[in-house]
């Protein structure tokens, strides 16, 4: 027994545009869903690591994984000729980059030749001072010198941050480079471990020492001049709410179909 056909009903016009909005209010509500899902993009690329970087050694510091930006140096020498007529130990950071393209260090307030040791949370912008080089930490005697001095911002310290700017096709950014340095007094031996690096993509903004990520910002408006009280069927206000203004739509529509109805 062949089932019966089922009954084909004329929609009048009115519903056929009623049924048409719903489907794009729909489209648009999904869109706007699809489109919160999307995590933010950061906007700091961060290397963790663990480099020894060992006495007589340096490391070259490739900041977005490239050419190297700057060379972190540790070296060792004993009285000598070849040493001055003394004997040091050396932590020192520098532009790497020949000739100069503009690459340094933020430097301390009092002595410009001295690197900063940032603390976790510190600015590093353009309104900090920069140089091309830097001494981290140094214990040296002779040349005058007859006890043994250390001396430097980054003598016995960990969790500390260098702050650098460098160029990106011709641009400038900032970023951060985290070391322990430990000093062995009387012993003329620096031991400086990298921990971690991160630099800002976006040129010429400032990243925090210690920040691996960071939002979006290209935050989106939200849409102006919507009124959601209107009782019009799914305008173009009420699509540009998405899920909001869809059920801002399902609430009116059934009294407004009641109405066509009678």
């Not at 489209?27 to 899902?37: F, I, K, N, P």
């Not at 925090?208 to 939200?222: F, K, N, V």
């Amino acid at each position: 027994m062949r089932p019966r056909a089922r009954k084909t009903v004329d929609l009048s016009e009115g519903v056929h545009q009623q049924l048409n909005a719903y489907a794009l209010s729909a489209s648009a509500a999904g869109v706007t869903l699809l489109a919160l899902s999307q995590p933010s993009a950061a906007k700091i690329v961060y290397t963790p690591t663990h480099q020894v970087i060992r006495t007589n050694h340096n490391y070259p510091l490739a900041l977005n994984h490239k050419l190297a930006d700057f060379n972190i140096i540790n070296t060792n020498c004993t009285y000598g000729s070849r040493c001055n007529s003394s004997t040091y130990a050396r932590l020192e950071v520098g532009a790497a980059s020949w000739p100069w393209s503009g690459n340094a260090v933020e430097s301390t307030g009092g002595n410009q030749y001295q690197a900063a040791a940032l603390k976790a949370g510190a600015r590093i912008s353009g309104a900090r001072r920069f140089i091309r080089g830097a001494s981290m930490a140094s214990q040296f005697v002779g040349l005058g010198v007859s006890h043994t001095r250390t001396l430097g911002r980054w003598v016995n310290v960990s969790d500390r941050y260098l702050g650098l700017k460098f160029k990106i096709n011709g641009n400038f950014h900032y970023g951060w480079a985290r070391l322990n340095v430990k000093v062995l007094r009387g012993q003329f031996k620096i031991t400086a471990i990298l921990t971690g690096y991160a630099y800002e993509t976006i040129p010429n903004k400032a990243i925090i020492a210690g920040a691996t990520e960071g939002p979006d910002d290209e935050a989106q408006p939200a849409p102006a001049g919507i009124k959601t009280h209107t009782p019009e069927p799914a305008t173009l206000g009420m699509l540009a709410l998405g899920a909001p203004g869809l059920a801002i739509w399902r609430r009116e529509k059934p009294a407004a179909w009641a109405q066509q109805s009678n």
